[in-house]
């Protein structure tokens, strides 16, 4: 059995079935992450401009959004990803969990790190008022580039 | 401080004419993770370790070794 699955990865596909897996879940996150953005993107124009000019650039990361989009979204965030992330934390093997928690591990101490530091200097008046949003996303990335460089390098 | 094991699995994979897929594949791990356990960028848990023990029939000291040379000053 297993010299015929070994086969077929020589053969045909240079991937195990965990990582064929893992990829899968993967992508079906990219999806529901794209229609996430979709949604925020559509409803703003639905409801019209946010009063930001930066982020309405960047693709409405502000402003009012229709009431049961929200509703459908945060449950999207709230439901379905926690369980989409269960079934991948039960399908990666202990080196992509362990790249998983490098990228969280650095993400956090920038965090930890960043976020106070914007603080003060908003409360001295020399920079912006914190963004959460801008946060997350940074914090996201970092996340993100940790985690695939622990992963591939 | 994290010090990584140096092991023999590159060499005995390469001895059984094996590619890291199909290593990942009996192991049931991502190519990936036999690639940092190879190059030392990845300690195994304990679990895997008896896993490529099993796999490879030999004892586990005799595929890895730590950097004290397999002195633990007993």
Redesign the interface.
């Known amino acids: 059995m297993i010299a015929m699955e070994v086969k077929m990865a020589r053969d045909k596909d240079p991937l195990t079935p965990r990582e064929a897996r893992n990829r899968t879940i993967m992508a079906l996150s990219m999806v529901i992450g794209g229609f996430f953005a979709a949604a925020l993107i559509a409803g703003s124009q639905w409801m019209g401009e946010s009063n930001n000019a930066y982020w309405d650039s960047l693709g409405a990361f502000s402003g009012p959004l229709p009431p049961l989009l929200t509703v459908a979204l945060a449950a999207l965030w709230g439901i379905v990803l926690p369980i989409i992330s269960l079934f991948w934390m039960r399908t990666i093997d202990e080196h992509e969990r362990s790249a998983y928690r490098d990228g969280a591990e650095v993400a956090a101490f920038a965090y930890m790190m960043g976020a106070p530091i914007w603080w003060i200097l908003w409360r001295g008046g020399l920079v912006a008022e914190p963004d959460g949003v801008f946060i997350f996303f940074t914090f996201n990335s970092i996340y993100l580039a940790v985690w695939l460089w622990r992963k591939y390098h | 401080m994290s010090t990584s094991m140096k092991n023999r699995l590159k060499v005995l994979r390469a001895e059984r004419d ?2 890291q ?2 290593l ?3 192991l ?6 036999v690639n ?2 190879e190059t030392g ?2 300690d ?2 304990l679990p ?1 370790a008896f896993r490529i023990s099993r796999l490879f029939a030999m004892p586990i000291e005799a595929i890895f070794n730590d950097s004290n040379g397999g002195q633990n000053g007993a």
């Open positions: 094996w590619s897929a199909d990942a594949l009996r049931d791990v991502s190519r990936q993770a940092a356990i960028k990845h195994p848990s895997l």
